[in-house]
DNA sequence: TTATCTGCAAAATGTTTGCATGCAC
DNA sequence: GTGCATGCAAACATTTTGCAGATAA
């Protein structure tokens, strides 16, 4: 598993290498994505980056992390609900734990179905390129609150 | 498996059993989702709808739509782009074979993965209520097309 | 120096809501 | 007859976009 500091790294290679400038405000995203772990929103994004760097726009998180998706190094997760959560840590496919009571999302330590892809490509005849599990709960947290 | 018309009977009886009612609009809505195999869109659900009874309106689609959702007998599938699909055919979990080009979405024959649900909430105390598979990738009919 | 990036505000998109009228029961 | 459902339009929330000025390379 990387440490935060070598995702960081990585992020920041990739965009130079494609001819991206690095400016303050990107330096701040990519930090707060490699860092974060539970899938922020742009929001809590935005929030987070303004406290080490306080002139930044909404209008920017969202330039920039799309930038980041298009490039394959931040996954995106819609969610009903509306807003999108993104996984800048790990962009790879990965199964995910989401309570529907807070809300948040973790990362459980089951193997994923990479064999499955193939069964399935080799079925349907569609190449297959993505792929993600989800699972919908009750946080252990969650379930010795009252429900709202 | 069954047929359109038994699912639509048992979406319309569960709506009476709990004392909703049975108006033309939504006549015709559970209509279009029970026979729908392919995962409209809200809107699609709308122009379909407009055919058998032209004075429909946006609102009440959403609005039926949802109630369907709350009682389970409507699934919601979000993917990246912004508009919600729904399968009142299936609206038990499944997986989901997304075209990243023409958006279609499909339901593939594999089998599901109820045991991972139970080794999941032995492993992170989560009570789990749903899980979602899906799959994304390019359907022969786009690979066959150039790229946009 | 110069093309790219930022920040603002406006626009676009999808969905929800308030309320007067209409209709299922 | 009563209360729930509809339809309209306005409100909302999130995300995208256009553009003038700022700045990384």
Do not use: W
């Not at 790294?9 to 303050?24: E, F, G, I, Q, W």
């Not at 330039?63 to 995106?76: N, Q, S």
């Not at 809300?103 to 994923?112: C, L």
């Amino acid at each position: 598993m990387e440490t935060h500091q070598e995702r960081l790294d990585v992020m920041s290679d990739r965009m130079k290498a494609l001819d991206y400038r690095m400016t303050p405000q990107r330096r701040a995203v990519l930090k707060v994505l490699a860092e974060s772990r539970e899938h922020p929103t742009v929001d809590q994004i935005y929030e987070r980056v303004k406290t080490d760097f306080p002139m930044t726009s909404l209008a920017t998180i969202y330039k920039t992390v799309t930038l980041l998706k298009e490039i394959g190094e931040v996954m995106e997760l819609n969610f009903s609900g509306g807003r999108s959560r993104y996984d800048g840590f790990n962009p790879s496919p990965h199964p995910h734990l989401y309570c529907i009571r807070c809300e948040r999302v973790t990362d459980p330590e089951i193997e994923t179905f990479e064999g499955v892809s193939d069964e399935l490509s080799a079925k349907t005849g569609y190449e297959i390129v993505g792929q993600r599990l989800d699972f919908f709960g009750v946080c252990p947290r969650c379930q010795g609150m009252a429900r709202a």
